[in-house]
């Protein structure tokens, strides 16, 4: 997994911020742009969910190939921060679950399934404060 990216937006910003210049994207916007970036190519953004303080899940989808992707970004004060994280991905017709989970400082995943013509539901989690869990736990984005 690419890390080095996330860490260069990170600097960027904070090098940005400590000149008086001011980034208008939202965490979530730019957590966005980097989650896609993860994912490859030809993936298109379907869903945002996050915490107020730590973790954000991404899910996309390419009709090319008929894939979700998933990626469980640290968000806020538990950017950098090594610790347990996950996300995950579900599909309905079968109900296979693909996870991807460890000690991360900047985003697990990136986690492909399968599932044109089918529901899915995804999340992630993070061991961060007490433990955060954000995603969306019924079937969702049928197609």
Excluded at 33 to 42: L, P, V
Excluded at 78 to 86: Q, Y
Excluded at 90 to 102: C, F, H, P, T
Aim: include cysteine.
């Amino acid at each position: 997994m690419k890390k080095r990216s996330v860490l260069s937006s990170v600097l960027m910003a904070a090098a940005l911020a400590f000149t008086g210049l001011t980034v208008m994207a939202t965490p979530a916007q730019a957590s966005q742009a980097e989650a896609q970036r993860i994912c490859g190519s030809g993936y298109q953004f379907l869903k945002y969910m996050g915490t107020e303080k730590s973790i954000g899940a991404y899910l996309f989808y390419n009709s090319a190939n008929g894939n979700n992707c998933a990626v469980g970004m640290h968000q806020y004060t538990a950017v950098g921060v090594r610790t347990k994280t996950n996300v995950w991905i579900q599909r309905q017709s079968d109900l296979r679950k693909v996870i991807d989970e460890g000690s991360y400082a900047y985003y697990a995943g990136p986690v492909y399934l399968y599932a044109r013509n089918t529901c899915v539901k995804y999340g992630a989690y993070i061991d961060y404060n007490g433990g955060e869990t954000t995603g969306i736990n019924y079937w969702y984005f049928c197609g």
